[in-house]
């Protein structure tokens, strides 16, 4: 049963999943600029989620669940920050 509010809420699950998506994308394109490029910012990216060797198995089962479990952490802090954000601002605005 869905909770209807007053405000516009952002949906946690949609942004986890959101958020996962696009950094599991952002790694694989930073894992093949870094296997096939001379980008040391990719390679830089790549190695912050793991330290498994460039083009391992592990490297690349490693970067992709940091990239899902990342995902959430961000949606989960973001996401409750700016709903609670929202609702303060809704409170005061009707306040006035």
């Not at 998506?21 to 096939?36: E, R």
Request: charged fraction near 5%; charge should be positive; aromatic fraction near 12%.
């Amino acid at each position: 049963m869905a909770i209807a509010h007053p405000y516009p809420r952002l949906s946690l699950p949609g942004l986890g999943w959101g958020f996962s998506a696009a950094l599991v994308v952002l790694f694989v394109l930073c894992m093949l600029a870094a296997l096939f490029l001379p980008m040391r910012a990719a390679h830089g990216y790549v190695m912050l989620l793991s330290a498994a060797p460039l083009g391992s198995p592990n490297m690349w089962m490693e970067g992709l669940i940091w990239s899902i479990v990342a995902g959430w952490l961000i949606a989960l802090v973001f996401g409750t920050v700016y709903n609670w954000i929202v609702a303060r601002r809704m409170l005061h605005s009707h306040d006035h």
